[in-house]
């Protein structure tokens, strides 16, 4: 499904130029650009899994078989903060002497997407975490979603932080 939904995305853009008229919070259209990286190679994901010594959840192994990083809902003229990490730079950012199995895997304006892999290997389906802003990622919270969610989620707001839309259900 990931594949499905970024291949869209990208001929989206494509059509228009590269970039592709978004409305965000407020009613206001922009432009917006996003870039994919080419897919990881076999050599690259277990370098990553030997690094964390660990296995990595399925979707988010499809997603960097798919394009090893990305930069989304950019502003054309300002740039943007929506950036998945490649696996270069999942390596670089993590520092597992502290949190050996909280991986953040994406910066999105200064939340932090991080895969829990203590969780994940215990089957837990929403092993997906949000760290706000600097905290550290001992604080980071559930928001209940696994990788291939949070990205559909995302994609299909158009960039929108969705994870802090408030609902009343009863």
């Known amino acids: 499904m990931l594949q499905k939904l970024i291949l869209h995305l990208k001929k989206r853009q494509e059509?228009?130029?590269?970039?592709?008229?978004?409305?965000?919070?407020?009613?206001?259209?922009?432009?917006?650009?996003?870039?994919?990286?080419?897919?990881?190679?076999?050599?690259?994901?277990?370098?990553?899994?030997?690094?964390?010594?660990?296995?990595?959840?399925?979707d988010y192994i499809q997603f960097l078989k798919y394009c090893n990083g990305a930069s989304l809902f950019?502003?054309?003229?300002?740039?943007?903060?929506?950036?998945?990490?490649?696996?270069?730079?999942?390596?670089?950012?993590?520092?597992?002497?502290?949190?050996?199995d909280k991986i953040v895997v994406a910066n999105i304006v200064d939340d932090r997407i991080v895969i829990d892999l203590s969780r994940w290997r215990n089957g837990e389906e929403h092993y997906l975490l949000l760290c706000e802003s600097m905290n550290p990622v001992d604080l980071a919270g559930s928001f209940y979603c696994n990788f291939e969610t949070w990205l559909e989620r995302f994609i299909i707001a158009q960039g929108s932080k969705f994870w802090y839309w408030k609902t009343d259900r009863e």
């Open 15 to 58: 059509m228009h130029g590269g970039c592709d008229e978004i409305i965000i919070s407020g009613g206001d259209i922009v432009n917006a650009c996003s870039h994919f990286n080419p897919p990881a190679i076999n050599e690259e994901i277990q370098k990553l899994t030997m690094h964390f010594s660990s296995e990595f959840p399925y």
């Open 74 to 100: 950019e502003n054309p003229q300002y740039g943007g903060e929506n950036i998945i990490y490649s696996i270069d730079d999942v390596i670089l950012y993590n520092d597992t002497t502290y949190q050996p």
